[in-house]
Nanobody, 122 residues
């Protein structure tokens, strides 16, 4: 089985920074893409940022210019550097990965981490 483990969440003041990490482990033939989603209280889960194996990234408009997603393919790990944090960024952040579990697998599969809480408050 594939597992995604997030870390780096916590409490930070407005304008501060946090760096989230997500490491994938288990049966992995190839990770095609990884990304971050978040869910704030009373809201639906939304995409924050994604990155493909080729390094192409995509960001939600609300975080563009403030957040940076990166990936270490050798470690099967994705990072989210969050700068200039705002109270509206408060949410549970979930790691997502699109993974082909084996060479003989017929399709890729989506995996989710259990989430890490980011609280931006003064």
């Amino acid at each position: 089985q594939v597992q995604l483990v997030e870390s780096g969440g916590g409490l930070v003041q407005p304008g501060g920074s946090l760096r989230l990490s997500c490491a994938a482990s288990g049966s992995i033939f190839r990770i095609n893409a990884m990304g971050w989603y978040r869910q704030a209280p009373g809201k639906e889960r939304e995409l924050v940022a994604t990155i493909t194996g080729g390094g192409s990234s995509n960001y939600a408009e609300s975080v563009k210019g403030r957040f940076t997603i990166s990936r270490d393919n050798a470690k099967n790990t994705v990072y989210l550097q969050m700068n200039s944090l705002k109270p509206e960024d408060t949410a549970v952040y979930y790691c997502n990965a699109v993974i082909r579990p084996a060479l003989w697998a017929s399709s890729d599969m989506n995996y989710w981490g259990k989430g890490t809480l980011v609280t931006v408050s003064s």
